[in-house]
């Protein structure tokens, strides 16, 4: 069974500063697809990246990027100049490639607080 | 209007009382599944539906029940609610387009209290 491990409960960042967060993941699977949700106080859910596994090329948007280190089955996200919103938790989550296998798996998450 | 429309936002039930947590869709998407988060253990599945005839129990079933009345609704049923049960809900979907099929969408959650 696939696992997915975040091994920070907790972390805070100045504002305007970088961060990382850390999310190591267990498959014996070779297609799969890696994604950071981030759950504001408002308590969406709202989807801050995603990976395919068969792509080298780590992902970015805008501030938010990845490490995606397919051998090690590690996918850290880094949040650049963080901003005050970026307050928040955030969980890894891995899903296989499809079929009944291809449901979303969840770490237990990251609270993340961006001081000003 | 929100996408994925989970009704009600909060509740607050007695022990051994029967409470529905209804879902509703526009996204036209097929899947859709029932998660409960609790502090420290993320995500959970409860239930997950790939079609109305296409009903699957997830990690966490026990204690609960749920109904896909038409592709757009899905509904979770706690039969005889009790305090362990207290938790946040999460309805979401996702279509089967291939490799588009990869986000799922949530509604805004349901924070449930049994007391």
């Known amino acids: 069974a696939q696992t997915v491990t975040q091994s920070q409960p907790e972390m805070s960042v100045q504002e305007a500063e970088t961060v990382t967060l850390s999310c190591t993941y267990d498959?014996?699977?070779?297609?799969?697809?890696l994604f950071w949700y981030k759950q504001p106080p408002s308590r969406q859910m709202i989807l801050v990246i995603r990976q395919e596994a068969y792509k080298q090329q780590n992902a970015t948007e805008n501030r938010f990027s990845v490490n995606f280190q397919k051998a090690a089955k590690s996918f850290s996200l880094k949040i650049s100049d963080s901003q005050l919103g970026d307050t928040a938790m955030y969980f890894c989550a891995f899903k296989n490639y499809g079929g009944s296998q291809g449901n979303l798996i969840f770490g237990k998450g990251t609270k993340l607080s961006v001081k000003p | 209007d929100a996408d994925v429309t989970q009704t009600p936002r909060n509740r607050i039930t007695k022990t051994g009382k029967r409470i529905m947590l209804e879902c509703s869709q526009t996204k036209g998407h097929d899947r859709m599944y029932w998660y409960r988060q609790d502090p420290g253990l993320g995500l959970r599945l409860i239930y997950y539906s790939f079609d109305v005839k296409d009903i699957n129990k997830g990690e966490i079933s026990d204690g609960y029940s749920v109904s896909r009345q038409a592709q757009a609704k899905f509904s979770l049923s706690l039969e005889s609610a009790i305090p362990n049960q207290t938790a946040l809900y999460f309805c979401?979907?996702?279509?089967?387009?291939?490799?588009?099929?990869?986000?799922?969408?949530f509604g805004q959650g349901t924070r449930l209290t049994v007391v």
């Open positions: 979401a979907t996702r279509p089967w387009q291939g490799l588009k099929g990869t986000e799922a969408f």
């Open positions: 498959t014996s699977e070779n297609n799969y697809y």
